[in-house]
């Protein structure tokens, strides 16, 4: 558990995964010599392959290689004791004690792991604002990273935020 945790969160937060996707990984989605995840069957039966930051990487087959001495030969990259995925609720449940350990008691139950999604989309958006990027040119990039079939959900979010700016 103290070795999951801090992977699965990162991996998570670092790829703009949706929580299902990072809790039903597999280890043969994984290509460490490549840098890449490969992600099957998401929302509307889509298939994404994705780079993934050199870190992260790091992180992830040092993690394996400890999960592979825990439980050898496991399917499920984070595998709990039986082998199987964990489920969203204990995915959710973590995320909430994780977050009050953080400090943050009184707004823990609003907050989910789906949060680490938008916030990677909203810090993508926001980094690419500093760097005077095209918005119009980027943002297929970024629907197709995160699964999107349009980019709709992110214009969304940049009339928001300018607005509020």
């Keep these: 558990m103290e070795y999951i945790i801090p992977v699965i969160f990162r991996l998570q937060y670092a790829c703009g995964l949706r929580p299902q996707e990072v809790r039903l990984l597999k280890r043969a989605d994984f290509d460490f010599g ?12 889509k298939d994404r392959c994705l780079p993934v930051n050199p870190e992260i990487v790091t992180l992830c087959k040092r993690y394996d290689a400890i999960a592979q001495t825990i439980c050898p030969g496991h399917i499920y990259f984070f595998s709990s004791k039986n082998g199987s995925a964990y489920t969203h609720g204990w995915l959710t449940a973590i995320f909430h004690k994780c977050w009050e350990l953080s400090g943050n008691k009184e707004t823990s139950k609003s907050c989910v792991p789906y949060d680490l ?8 958006l926001l980094r690419w604002a500093r760097e005077g990027k095209d918005f119009e040119a980027y943002l297929p990039y970024l629907s197709t990273y995160m699964g999107h079939a349009w980019s709709q959900p992110f214009m969304y979010m940049l009339r928001s935020w300018t607005e509020y700016h």
């Design 117 to 124: 999604r938008h916030n990677f989309a909203t810090c993508t």
């Design 34 to 45: 490549k840098g890449t995840i490969y992600i099957s069957e998401s929302k509307w039966c």
